[in-house]
């Protein structure tokens, strides 16, 4: 059984799923507010409780304030976050390459839970996390959100995004695609980063230590080895003959973000800032970027995976 909330959503046009409180405003500000701007009804579902995870005043207030607006609801789901479930995600190491027991009812119920958001919502627009970074909690939210949000067309837009400051670290990104074996049209083939090694190993600690998930040098240097093995297994992946989701890159630029992205994103490091920065000229050639990864329905024909349905989901559709 989900929240006695989920009973009372009301129908909206863009549903937004963060594994955190932060994720979505991190990753998809520009966005949030181009959608509240132009009158769209949208939901924020958060999946898993942020209790012992610090952030600053400035940025948890104007998340709230965001949250308040007219056309703006909040799903809480409340899901226990990765360290109340196993003590082997106290490591950083445990948080990007391990996968507990206790992770499984979690993923069954965000399932559930995300099934029925989509069925009460009929929302247009859904905007997934792609799990850049492999923290578990984010892992199990795009797979829990995956499998809800099935590709069928039918009108209904399904979109992946970048976790952010994750995302900012060369070659990140290229790591989760070949992760989830995404394929790729030939003229997005250049959107899968090839970065090298060793700007990702100069890198690669950025985003866990500004969410507190690396602490310190020793930290980092056992992580080390970590990145670099998942960088090597990158390597195999071809764009063209992915066996995963069939995705289609969708670039949102501007020479500048809208006023309102800092109350969202809050305060970062200047390094994050900096990254940011090169980030959006790469992949945008303007100063301010964010991108998406379009789903696209998966071709009998290809052979290519597709998470099945929820079970009753077709049903509820027809």
Not at 19 to 41: E, N, T, W, Y
Not at 113 to 141: F, N, S
Request: hydrophobic content about 40%; glycine content about 10%.
């Amino acid at each position: 059984m989900g929240p006695p909330e989920v009973a009372r959503l009301q129908p909206c046009d863009s549903v937004y799923v963060s594994p955190h409180a932060d994720d979505v405003f991190l990753s998809c500000p520009a966005r949030l507010l181009q959608d509240q701007a132009r009158g769209a009804k949208i939901l924020v579902v958060t999946l898993f409780d942020d209790a012992g995870r610090s952030r600053p005043a400035a940025s948890a207030d104007g998340r709230a304030s965001f949250l308040a607006r007219p056309g703006v609801q909040h799903l809480d789901v409340g899901l226990p976050a990765a360290h109340a479930r196993d003590p082997a995600y106290a490591t950083f190491r445990g948080l990007t390459e391990g996968r507990q027991a206790a992770d499984e009812g979690c993923l069954g119920r965000a399932v559930e839970l995300l099934a029925d958001v989509g069925h009460r919502t009929r929302a247009r627009e859904v905007y997934l996390p792609l799990g850049v970074g492999q923290h578990i909690d984010h892992r199990l939210a795009h797979e829990a959100s995956r499998s809800a949000f099935p590709p069928r067309g039918g009108g209904r837009n399904v979109f992946l995004y970048e976790e952010r400051p994750e995302a900012f670290v060369p070659g990140a990104v290229r790591v989760r695609l070949s992760q989830v074996g995404a394929r790729l049209p030939p003229g997005a083939v250049e959107a899968a980063d090839r970065a090298g090694l060793a700007r990702l190993l100069v890198r690669f600690h950025v985003a866990p230590t500004f969410r507190g998930d690396l602490k310190g040098w020793g930290d980092r240097l056992r992580s080390a080895a970590l990145a670099a093995r998942q960088w090597r297994e990158s390597r195999a992946w071809h764009p063209l003959k992915g066996f995963g989701p069939r995705l289609q890159p969708v670039v949102d630029a501007a020479a500048e973000p809208p006023p309102e992205v800092r109350d969202l994103i809050g305060p970062r490091s200047g390094v994050v800032e900096k990254l940011g920065r090169a980030y959006s000229v790469a992949v945008g050639g303007q100063a301010y970027v964010e991108r998406y990864w379009l789903l696209l329905p998966a071709r009998d024909a290809d052979g290519l995976e597709s998470l099945p349905a929820v079970v009753g989901e077709e049903s509820r559709d027809a």
